[in-house]
């Protein structure tokens, strides 16, 4: 039976003690704060990019990793004889997943790298990540194991409120009036991913607590058919009362055998802003 590696990149949101319990490594994306690349999760983290949005007044930019920082990753596994099996963000937002493919070329290892279009971001593909921890603990066969993992990729269902539109603005993805009338309105829209990119979908109005309500009675009769073996809920510095408020809801149900939270990383914090928070899970 071949050895097999499990890698993503910083855009899973993976806790650290899942990344620890199923052997997944991480290559990190890229953070430019002004004019300075930072990596991902290792150089910077969300509080260091609130702190600087606040100080500048522009959110940052992000980008795929480095062709060095995927080979200094990939290198030692493929060196012991393994088989990797990689998932990261959806290649209609970010281009890390070609970044993945050059590094392994450069390594001779194109055959043993199993590059897989997760179509997601976020907790979306630490999802497949569990499921695919679970298929190698069993012994399956590497092959088995990827073609599994491609009927689960559109089963994924990732969709997140964001507390902010002006945070939006600051990053270029809504215009002045937009933001200004969204943020008078106090209106929270919720995105989703659809087969790779990102859109949105319901908007909510209200103070937050009202507006986790709305949103958990929107999501709620879906988890209650989703399969049930994880269900992440993943927040950028959002108020702990919420979170509970969350989690209560999705613990009330008796249906998933695990509920993990997790804090969205930099190049998920840089987009989405403070505040914001989701519901990931995947459909049965």
């Not at 979306?124 to 073609?147: F, H, N, Q, W, Y």
Request: glycine residues 6%; hydrophobic residues 40%.
């Amino acid at each position: 039976m071949s050895k097999v590696k499990l890698i993503s990149d910083s855009t899973c949101d993976m806790p650290k003690e899942l990344l620890k319990q199923y052997g997944v490594s991480i290559i990190p994306l890229s953070i430019v704060l002004g004019e300075k690349p930072y990596k991902d999760g290792i150089e910077v983290v969300p509080e260091d990019i609130f702190e600087w949005v606040d100080e500048n007044g522009i959110t940052p930019k992000t980008s795929a990793p480095s062709i060095v920082d995927a080979v200094e990753v990939l290198k030692p596994y493929f060196d012991e004889g393994y088989e990797v099996i990689y998932m990261g963000i959806s290649s209609k937002m970010s281009t890390t997943l070609n970044v993945i493919k050059i590094a392994a070329a450069e390594l001779d290892a194109e055959d043993r790298l199993h590059a897989i279009d997760a179509k997601n971001l976020s907790t979306g593909i630490s999802i497949l990540l569990c499921k695919a921890a679970k298929m190698i603990e069993k012994g399956m066969e590497t092959s088995d194991i990827v073609k599994t993992l491609e009927e689960y990729v559109p089963k994924i269902r990732s969709s997140f409120v964001i507390n902010s539109v002006l945070y939006l603005h600051k990053g270029g993805r809504c215009s002045a009036a937009t933001a200004l009338f969204a943020s008078a309105l106090n209106i929270k829209p919720m995105i989703v991913v659809t087969d790779g990119a990102m859109d949105s979908d319901k908007k909510y109005r209200g103070k937050m607590n009202s507006v986790v309500d709305k949103y958990l009675s929107d999501v709620m009769p879906k988890l209650e058919a989703a399969d049930d073996e994880f269900v992440f809920i993943t927040y950028s510095k959002i108020e702990e009362d919420k979170l509970e408020q969350i989690r209560e809801k999705i613990e009330g149900l008796n249906r998933f055998k695990n509920i993990y939270m997790a804090q969205a990383g930099g190049v998920i914090s840089s987009h989405c802003g403070p505040g914001a928070f989701a519901v990931m899970y995947m459909d049965k």
